[in-house]
Every structure is written in C-alpha cells, then in structure tokens.
C-alpha cells in the first residue's frame, strides 16, 4: 500500500491536472462559439449552392463540362480533414478509420489512392501507414480564411480535370471530415467532391431546359470551380467547429474523472492516515504495559 506522503503527492498531481483541463474546457467553449458562427454563417448559403449546382448537373449533358464526366476511378483522391492537436477524445480517430475503410475499398478496383491531409494528425496517421500524399496541410486550421479553401479546390479541381489525360490527375475525389451536429456530438461525412453527383436522376424530372446567357460552357466554367470551393470552405468550418466540441467535451470529462479520483485519492489518504494513527496508539500501549 503506498504511503501518506505518496497519496499525497498523487492529489496534488490531480489537482494540478484538473485545473489545466478544467483552462483548457473554457479555452475550447470560448473558441467553439467563434467556431459555430461562422459554420452556421456559412451553411445556408453552402446548402443552397449544392442544391442549385446539383440541380444544375442533372438537367446538362455530362460531356459538357469535365467536372461533371464520370470515369472508371483509377485514380482516387481523399481531403482527409483532421486537427493538428489531440486531447479531442476520437475526434481524429474516427476521421482516420473511415477514412482507411475508404481507402481499402477503393484500392481493390483503383491503381492508387492519394491524400490530401489537413491537419497534423490524419497526416501522421497515414505517413506512418505509407500513405502517398498530394498535398498536407498543417495549421491551417489556425487561421481559417475563404483564400485557403480557394487554394486546396483548385489544387483538386485542376487534379480532376486532367485526370483524361495524365497519370497524375485523378478519376474521382471525396470528401473525409467531422461534421458538426451539436455541442457532444460529430459525425463522420464521407462524400464525393467530383464527379458532381446529379441533385436527382432522370430527364422526365425535367421537362423544361435552362436557357443560358452568354453559353453553357461559361457558366458552368464559373459555377462549378465556385462549388467545389464553397464546399471546401464549409467542411473547414464544420470540421474547426466540430472539433473544439470534441475538445471542450473531453476536458470535461477529464475534469470529472479527475475530481472522482482526489475523493477516491482523499478516502485512501484517510485510510493510511487513520491506520498509522493506529499503529502508535498500539505502540504507546505496548510500551506502557512493558514498563508496568
């Protein structure tokens, strides 16, 4: 059994504890407001963009536009979106494993899959897997603007669209990230970013044609490049504010755990105080009977 002194030392250790996960709670609520106004900001407009452009998809010719072509996926890619920092309780875990499950699937009719990682930890999770990488990102999500989003969808969009072409393009792209539900809750969204996936299937859902002004081609050259960064733009702000909830909620988790352990801690002190209290009595007695 250990001793007075060490239960001792172990409570202030907690204690210590406690009072860094309990900063690091408020850091994460203080953040995750910030977080969710500009995630529930941005989310209308994002929504309303994918309806029009899927909407958009089904009524035109695929062969109209290389975003919207379907082609055997030879070669994939994956935004992996993950944080650069952990104590987010499975916040990056998650993210990773359906992101493999992905890749095993993909792997057993493509030639190769590749990565485009944000975040330290989806990095680190595939580099140490051999993972082939296209792109990683690490703090970006530290300073999140609209300019970054920009800079990853065209990277992915050029990708795609020579992937007729060239080996180095690619046939398909998704979309791996946290999205946010609620202050405990994320879920895992898997989706596919390019081909465009069609709103709904079928001509007869539409019996009228868009007229288009000044061509077809220049309005969906400059509708579809702003889809994929307009979703880009969201899955950063969903994944930013889904993981200070993440993180918020296993601080105080933590921290609970930590104030049951110093009672559990104080009870043992208790115990180990009172034994040795017992003890001298015992020895006091035994003296004095031996002198007697």
Not at 20 to 29: E, G
Not at 183 to 195: D, H, N, S, Y
Request: glycine share 6%; proline share 3%; hydrophobic share 40%.
């Amino acid at each position: 059994m250990p001793s007075l002194k060490q239960i001792r030392r172990r409570i202030s250790s907690v204690k210590n504890t406690q009072q860094i996960t309990r900063a690091m709670k408020m850091v994460a609520a203080a953040k995750l407001r910030r977080a969710q106004e500009n995630m529930f900001q941005a989310r209308p407009y994002s929504d309303q963009l994918r309806t029009v452009i899927r909407d958009l998809a089904a009524r035109t010719d695929k062969e109209s536009h290389p975003l919207l072509q379907v082609r055997e996926p030879k070669h994939v890619g994956m935004v992996v979106v993950t944080s650069d920092r952990g104590l987010a309780g499975g916040f990056n875990n998650n993210v990773c494993k359906a992101a493999q499950k992905v890749i095993n699937q993909e792997k057993e009719h493509a030639e190769d899959v590749r990565l485009i990682a944000i975040g330290r930890r989806g990095y680190d999770f595939f580099r140490k897997r051999d993972g082939e990488f296209i792109q990683h990102h690490i703090g970006l999500l530290n300073d999140l603007n609209f300019g970054t989003a920009v800079s990853i969808g065209s990277a992915v969009r050029k990708l795609y669209e020579v992937g007729f072409t060239e080996e180095s393009g690619l046939d398909r792209v998704y979309l791996i990230y946290n999205e946010f539900k609620s202050a405990i809750e994320q879920r895992v969204v898997t989706e596919q970013l390019f081909p465009i996936i069609p709103e709904l299937a079928g001509e007869e859902q539409y019996p009228t044609d868009f007229i288009y002004e000044p061509s077809e081609r220049a309005v969906l050259d400059h509708v579809l490049p702003l889809y994929a960064n307009v979703m880009l733009w969201r899955v950063l702000l969903e994944s930013n504010a889904a993981e200070h909830s993440a993180r918020m909620t296993a601080m105080e988790s933590a921290t609970n755990n930590a104030g049951d352990l110093i009672e559990k801690l104080t009870l043992q002190a208790n115990k180990a105080r009172q034994a040795a209290i017992t003890n001298e009595i015992l020895e006091v007695v035994t003296g004095a009977e031996a002198l007697g």
